[in-house]
């Protein structure tokens, strides 16, 4: 991939991520989640696309704060993401495997490991 296509993967995945960590609405989970999704979250528990999709049927909009975020091309279809996050002191560091199908980015998984300072 070019330079400006890695930029534009960057802010798409940036966007996404935040959406889906802030729970902005079930439809963005619907949409950007693979069927066959895995998570494993920081509270231990292992968690599979309907499991998320009605959490997100429960919650409100949230502000996760995401610092450090980058991007990793493991191949020209597949990319990881990492970064930290933050929910009112409650710290992760998160990855994510997206993967590019049907003409569009969709997270396949996720994985949250608590820490602290």
């Known amino acids: 991939m070019n330079r400006l296509s ?18 902005e ?3 963005i989970a619907e949409r950007a989640l693979t ?17 998320i999709i009605d959490y997100y049927k429960t919650l409100r909009s949230i502000n996760h704060i995401i610092t450090d975020f980058s991007i990793e091309f493991l191949s020209d279809t597949v990319v990881k993401t990492s970064f930290k996050s933050n929910l009112e002191g409650k710290k992760a560091l998160r990855t ?5 199908v049907d003409n569009a980015w969709k997270m396949s ?4 490991t608590g820490y602290k300072d």
């Open 109 to 112: 998984f996720h994985q949250g």
């Open 6 to 23: 890695e930029e534009k993967v960057f802010e798409t995945l940036y966007e996404m991520e935040k959406k889906l960590a802030n729970f």
């Open 35 to 51: 069927d066959d999704f895995v998570e494993y979250g920081s509270s231990g528990k292992i968690y599979n696309k309907k499991d």
């Open 96 to 100: 994510s495997i997206w993967k590019f």
């Open 25 to 27: 609405s079930k439809s």
